[in-house]
């Protein structure tokens, strides 16, 4: 018989430490305003940084807090049943509820070392059905419908407050205004039932967004605005958006995650879900940091959709990788990466390496140009969903990873990432020459501005980029990327031989840019290409320029919508 009073306080221990952990979460994420205000800049990164740390180092608090008090694995499966519906009761009125279940999940974890998953024991699923709208008024602001469309705006700066002043507020005012006007018809505007935004400011890099929705009687339009700062730390209205489209690509999984302090963030995901049905929900918990809880949220949702689904597991299509074997389900819109036992001869890096590489990844500014992965230990397929030929390919590149079970394929640790079209399939399939030229720019644009993030991505053949349905090219293969400073650009030395490359003076981690026209992309066309939209790619020159921007501390912000949504910035007194 389980001690009852040791199994509340361990739970009330539990709860308690992810309170603190929830506290340090919104201290950080209060701050942004003012780093916003103030363009500290660097401080941004450093905070997104410290935030994406602080839960392991919370989840180790808590497990060795435990630990102090009782002998853990001396207790049967009776006690950490209890345990569970213990704790499930004191955070049945949790407004962080949700989270609270996945760092009970992850300690849990911690202490079974993920080999003991079982829904006895931990949240599989939720302790209850989430009912969206209870808290509504606790997360969003609403504004009178019945007056002018630039009263409303008055309305809206009045309540969003900021402690510097505005560039030129007039101006953005009467943006703002026409902006609206120009969208919406006047029979639109006179019918406006309600014009609903998020409590919550958030701020991502050196922009903040105010997102709602304007409500009609058939249909609702998202309405965000997108503010920035001048170098004086002045504010200033950079756009507004209306279109679900834009809004989508704000939420992109290549970004970075927002800062927006609310305590009821399953509330706030629930909104926003309405606006983008499309996303999935723990796509949006992980776009506001949460990514724990949405890597729990995406566990649901997978189980639901094997339940749902009947067909098998395959290699994914592309190019064999020489360090991951990749995998999807073809109905569902992930892929599944593991690391190989053993990696092609040209590369010569350690298991250890690419795991670092990873959470280098994840640690930097991905400003939009690459994959987000979320990591996973002992995750389980049901094996009948495996086709043979993958079962076979696993085997051999990676039996020391995988596991098999009467029923079950257990795969130690795996990555798993947005299922995209990889770029040489896409330029190989595509008959159309706008998007094939739009690919191509797209593909150098990203490899500079991923540079300006002060990440090298070192391998840039085609096969390691994808696009999105919405044409957007996102690096995803990380094995052989660096810090900036970590390369030597430089010219490829003279010689009278051309063979004679290997017999120079070249230091290990000299890089010769002119190279790069010769493997980036295949065919010629796509070559002479690149070489017209981002000749400068091939020039040792200006990757030695970009380094000493990043070196000197420049932080670029890209806007993620594009240029033909900003309003143009001219004073009113011009």
Known sequence: MADQAQVKKMAYQLMTSFDKNYRWFSRITRGAQERFEKGQWQQVLNASKERISLYEQSLADAVAELYDQILLHRKDAEFWQQLKKTYAMLIENHPQYELAE?????????????????????????????????????????????????????????????????????????????????????????????????????????????????????????????????????????????????????????????????????????????????????????????????????????????????????????????????????????????????????????????????????????????????????????????????????????????????????????????????????LQQETDPQKLHDAIDDLGTCIKQIALANIFPGDMLHKNFGITRHGRVIFYDYDEICLMHERNFRNIPLSDDPYALDTLSVAPNDVFPEQFEHFIVGKRPFKDLLKTLHGDLMSPEYWQNTQQKVAQGAVHHFTPYPGSRRFHRTTSTD
Do not use: W
Request: charge should be neutral; include cysteine.
């Open 102 to 426: 996945t760092f009970y999940n992850s300690v849990i974890g911690k202490v079974f070392r993920h080999k003991f998953i079982n829904d006895d024991v931990m949240f599989m699923l939720s302790s209850r059905c989430f009912l969206a709208g209870q808290d509504r008024h606790k997360v969003i602001h609403s504004f009178d419908t019945t007056t002018t469309v630039r009263e409303m705006y008055e309305a809206i700066f009045a309540c969003y407050r900021f402690n510097i002043d505005f560039e030129d507020r007039e101006r953005d005012m009467q943006h703002l205004d026409n902006a609206l006007r120009q969208r919406l018809t006047s029979d639109e505007l006179a019918s406006v039932t309600a014009v609903e935004m998020l409590k919550s400011v958030f701020y991502r890099g050196r922009a903040a967004y105010l997102i709602g929705r304007i409500c009609l009687p058939e249909r609702s339009v998202p309405f965000v605005i997108a503010l920035h700062t001048n170098d004086n730390h002045q504010l200033f209205v950079d756009a507004l958006l209306t279109k679900r489209h834009d809004l989508s690509v704000i939420f992109g999984f290549a970004r970075s995650y927002f800062m927006a302090d609310t305590q009821y963030p399953g509330e706030l995901v629930a909104f926003l879900h309405e606006l983008l049905p499309n996303k999935k929900v723990f796509e949006l918990f992980i776009a506001l940091g949460h990514y724990k809880h949405g890597k729990t949220a995406f566990y649901r949702d997978f189980l639901t959709h094997i339940t749902a689904s009947d067909d098998q597991f395959e290699v994914a299509p592309g190019i064999r990788g020489l360090v991951m074997m990749v995998f999807h389900l073809p109905s569902y819109g992930v892929v599944f990466k593991i690391i190989k036992d053993e990696f092609g001869e040209s590369k010569q890096i350690t298991r250890e390496h690419v795991i670092d590489r990873y959470k280098l990844v994840k640690m930097s500014d991905r400003v939009g140009r690459m994959a987000d992965t979320h990591e996973y230990v002992n995750f389980r397929l049901p094996l009948a969903r495996i086709s043979a030929d993958l079962l076979n390919e696993l085997k051999a590149t990676c039996a020391a990873s995988i596991e098999l079970t009467a029923d079950e394929l257990v795969i130690k640790h795996l990555y798993i990432e947005r299922k995209m079209t990889p770029l040489n399939i896409f």
